[in-house]
């Protein structure tokens, strides 16, 4: 099992930039990718992005893509997620999520085992 806390949410304007973090701790060694996905109210969680731990390979949403850059820090055990040119509506709670086994489609959220408790993004207009 791996352990996540999120980090980096807030308030921020139209246009503006925030950095999410995720630490990991726990059977980390054993991760096949990484994702971040967000929750508005009153809607199902959506997938943001996501990166596979070997190949360091990116997936975005068609919704973030060119806005968000997911990364990570190896000896930090920490993913980012970094938001540009937020809108209103990327305000969410956002989660960090660990997929422990291969799997081909890592937009669905029952690809991934462990999960973050959420951190919340508001973009204000």
């Known amino acids: 099992q791996v352990q996540l806390v999120e980090s980096g949410g807030g308030l921020v304007q139209a246009g503006g930039s925030l950095r999410l973090s995720c630490a990991a701790s726990?059977?980390?060694?054993?991760?096949?990718?990484m994702g971040w996905f967000r929750q508005a109210p009153g809607k199902e969680r959506e997938f943001v992005a996501a990166?596979?731990?070997?190949?360091?390979?990116?997936y975005y949403s068609d919704s973030v893509k060119g806005r968000f850059t997911i990364s990570r820090d190896n000896a930090k055990k920490m993913v980012d997620l970094q938001m540009s040119s937020l809108k209103p509506e990327d305000t969410a709670v956002y989660y960090c999520?660990?997929?422990?086994?291969?799997?081909?489609?890592?937009?669905?959220?029952?690809?991934?085992?462990?999960w973050g408790q959420g951190t919340q993004v508001t973009v204000s207009s």
């Open positions: 990166m596979r731990w070997n190949t360091r390979n990116t």
């Open positions: 726990g059977r980390t060694f054993s991760t096949f990718a």
């Open positions: 999520a660990a997929a422990g086994r291969p799997t081909p489609v890592l937009v669905s959220t029952s690809a991934y085992d462990d």
